[in-house]
Every structure is written in C-alpha cells, then in structure tokens.
C-alpha cells in the first residue's frame, strides 16, 4: 500500500527541516542574474539535494528488491528530480549482480493555477493506465503537502490492480491541512513554505534554479507564505 498512513519507515519522513531554520544567505551561492531582487534565501543548496536523491534510489531498490520498475513521473515540477533519482537507480542497478528493467512515463495533474484550487483533478498524458496492471510502480513526485493530490492519483491507478505502487516524493510539507498522507520515501520535510528551484515554479518563472529557494520578495507577495493545497 502506498504512502503508509501509521509507522513509516525512518526514511519516510526525510530529511526533516524546522520551521525556525533561516536557511542560507543567498550571497554564499551564485544564481542567475535576472533574479537578482527576486529571492530571499537559500532553504536547501543544490548538492544537498544531490546526495540525499542518491540515498533515496539506495533505499528505493532495497526495497523494491532489484525488481522491474515501472516510474510515473508527475510533471512539470517532478522531472529533475525523476531524471536524477532514476540516473541513480540504473547505476546502481548496472553495479549489482541483477539487471532491473526501468521504463519512465510522465503524466500531469491538473488540479491548481496559482494559488487558487480548480476542484477534481484531472490526469493528462501518459500511456493508458490499464498497462500499469500487474507491474510495480514507483511514482514521482515533486512536492506533497495536504496529500489530497496524490489519494486521487493513486486511486485512479489503483483500479488497472498493479502489483505494487510506492510513492517518491522529494519534498513533503508540513501543513495543518494535511490528511495524513506520507510518500513511502520523502527526501525532505519543510515547512510550509512556498519554494522554488530544481524544476519547481512560479507561473513558469524560477525553474531553472539548481536550489530550492523559500520566500520570493518580488514575484511572489509578501503575504504568500503557504503552498497551495496539494
């Protein structure tokens, strides 16, 4: 069952990042110049991220137990980290005794613009769902916060009855909105901070960031602090 609701495993939870960390000044890294003015600090620096994926793909592969994977990449915010965690899974995957078997889809879900809810979500792209049946599935995740977005997913991939499914989330956030949902592997818990970087957006803007960033001063307003609901 994914996205265990009781005991999780101790990687479940991540990396666990306090709300009264200050993070790091954003003088201490170079970034592109045109967001310049627009950034407040650094939260998690881009080699961080690095390593911890690579533990992830480490712990995903003990515990899938060098079976075929069948990865869901959720798009747009997810295919950074899809693409690391899945390059760290063939390597390892290529220096054991075993070869695993790795094919990638991507889909998107349609459930926000901005910071405004749009109701039902909606899955576009992808191969049909029904070839996910009898396979084991790991989906990828970028962000997972009130955990209402990824119920739903799982519950429509759940009907084709796929031999596994396992959810890889990279951030998880901490909100009083969440339902209980956790990813069966989180590379780190935040706060519930709105943050940009590593493929994650504002209206297209700041994905190309290598860090994940909290706090935009200028295109973000000063009182936008949370996520939207996810």
Known sequence: MAGSREEAPDYGRGVVIMDDWPGYDLN?????????????????P??????????????????????????????????????????????????????????VDFIRLKSYRNDQSMGEMQIIGGD?????????VLIVEDVVGTGR???ALLGSIEKYKPNMIKVASLLVKRTPRSDGFRPDY???EIPNLFVVGYALDYNEYFRDLNEYSGHLAFVI?????????R
């Open 46 to 103: 881009h080699g961080i991220v690095v390593d911890r994926i690579e533990r992830l793909a480490k712990d995903i592969m003990k515990d899938i137990g060098y079976c075929d994977i069948m990865v869901l990449c959720v798009l747009k915010g997810g295919y950074k980290f899809c693409a690391d965690l899945v390059e760290h899974l063939k390597n390892i995957s290529r220096n054991s005794d075993r070869f695993v078997s790795m094919k």
């Open 221 to 229: 307003p000063m009182n936008f602090h949370h996520c939207p609901a």
């Open 186 to 188: 989180a590379g780190f």
């Open 128 to 136: 049909d769902l029904s070839a996910l049946a009898g396979k084991n």
């Open 28 to 44: 201490l890294f170079t970034y592109p110049q045109h967001y310049y003015g627009d950034l407040d600090y650094v939260l998690i």
């Open 149 to 151: 977005t990824m119920k």
